[in-house]
């Protein structure tokens, strides 16, 4: 895939699975990690003896306030799967996002593999990346996103518990205020019940328009 020019201000879908569909994330301690990598590194700011921080909770011993004041690119959504990942983010700052991903996936490659005693490349080649055009694929784009957590069983239909996600952010009170900023969509709606329900009608409008395929990676 051809890597469009990234621009500030405009928003990007973010992606990327593990080499041969491995799981990327083998308990909620990994989990925990990259959440903390994807909010985190959104500022250009140095984490000291990150790899000695015990996160139980992505923001302990953090100063967010600081990161907040040094963006260089911003979280608008995330979900986080077995074996892939999605994130919706925005250029704040030129190459930004070139250099935030570099640092998440550097971060959690390096603590995967002293963890689990392996080496090598632990995802399948560059992440991907996709410029959103308009405020419509934005907008559904942020429910395709959210919607992928139906293909865990054990959460379908409860997807808005799923703590690996943003959806809860969306339709609740924000875990991660001023690290994720879902206001770019949420100030169109008129509450979490229309979100709720912009999530549910573009399940059946992306089967009818083909436009699930545009984000599917096959995982």
């Not at 700011?45 to 600081?66: F, S």
């Not at 996103?145 to 054990?154: E, G, K, L, Y």
């Not at 239909?157 to 996600?165: D, V």
């Not at 089967?207 to 699930?212: L, Q, V, W």
Request: net charge neutral.
């Amino acid at each position: 895939m051809q890597r469009p020019n990234l621009a500030e201000g405009e928003y990007y879908h973010i992606y990327n699975r593990g080499v041969n569909k491995r799981d990327i994330f083998l308990d909620d301690a990994d989990r925990s990690r990259f959440l903390f990598n994807i909010l985190c590194f959104q500022g250009d700011v140095d984490i000291p003896n990150i790899n000695r921080l015990n996160i139980q909770h992505p923001m302990l011993n953090i100063e967010t306030q600081n990161i907040e004041k040094n963006l260089m690119a911003e979280l608008v959504g995330f979900t986080l799967m077995s074996n892939h990942f999605h994130l919706i983010v925005g250029q704040t700052k030129n190459a930004g996002i070139s250099r935030y991903m570099q640092r998440v996936l550097n971060s959690y490659t390096k603590y995967f593999n002293i963890k689990y005693k392996t080496s090598g490349h632990l995802f399948q080649g560059p992440y991907q990346l996709v410029h959103i055009e308009d405020n419509e694929q934005l907008l559904y784009l942020s429910a395709y996103v959210h919607r992928n957590i139906r293909d865990i069983s054990r959460w379908k239909n409860n997807e808005r518990n799923y703590p690996w996600s943003s959806y809860q952010d969306y339709l609740g009170q924000n875990r991660f205020p001023g690290l994720l900023r879902p206001q770019v969509i949420m100030e169109q709606m008129t509450g979490s019940d229309e979100y709720l329900e912009l999530v549910e009608d573009s399940e059946a409008k992306g089967k009818s328009d083909g436009r699930d395929g545009l984000f599917n990676i096959g995982c």
